[in-house]
């Protein structure tokens, strides 16, 4: 596949379970956030390579709010996903869920993290294009162009 052919959401989508060990665990007795985040980057790291054909590097994170507390030996479930593209960049949504012995699964977080793809002399590349296949796709390119535009605010305004 040429790496600038068009690609689908569903293209590069990934899941990746986890069991929170004690090793995972801070002194509250719950899983410490910079492992949440570990993984959460790990998933958005897999989801923009495979999206882009290339090595992707995390340029910025909206997002690590506990929603529901995660315990030792609960199983952590991340779903990945390719939001929105820009030229050289990806905006994957990461959600997480605490999945019960029964199998219901509670939402703990959803990040959004931009990637931007590299190339071999590690400078940004042109990722291709998404193409959007349902209703919920395009609200998802929606809301990804909206913070996309809110991003680019920060960034004027910092300056």
Do not use: C
Not at 36 to 65: C, F, K, Y
Not at 98 to 122: F, I, S, W
């Amino acid at each position: 596949m040429n790496e600038l052919t068009p690609k689908r959401v569903a293209d590069s989508r990934v899941e990746q379970i986890q069991v929170v060990l004690n090793s995972h665990i801070n002194g509250a007795g719950r899983l410490f956030g910079g492992q949440l985040m570990e993984w959460i980057d790990i998933v958005a790291g897999v989801v923009a390579r495979r999206h882009s054909n290339r090595i992707p590097t995390t340029a910025s994170i909206d997002n690590l709010q506990f929603k529901e507390p995660v315990y030792v030996n609960n199983t952590i479930v991340l779903f990945g996903k390719v939001t929105y593209v820009g030229r050289t960049s990806m905006e994957v949504q990461v959600d997480t869920f605490v999945e019960h012995l029964d199998g219901e699964r509670k939402l703990v977080n959803t990040a959004y993290l931009v990637m931007v793809a590299l190339d071999e002399n590690d400078h940004p590349t042109p990722v291709p294009s998404l193409i959007l296949e349902s209703d919920e796709e395009e609200a998802d390119w929606n809301a990804g162009e909206r913070r996309d535009n809110l991003r680019r605010q920060r960034r004027i305004e910092k300056y």
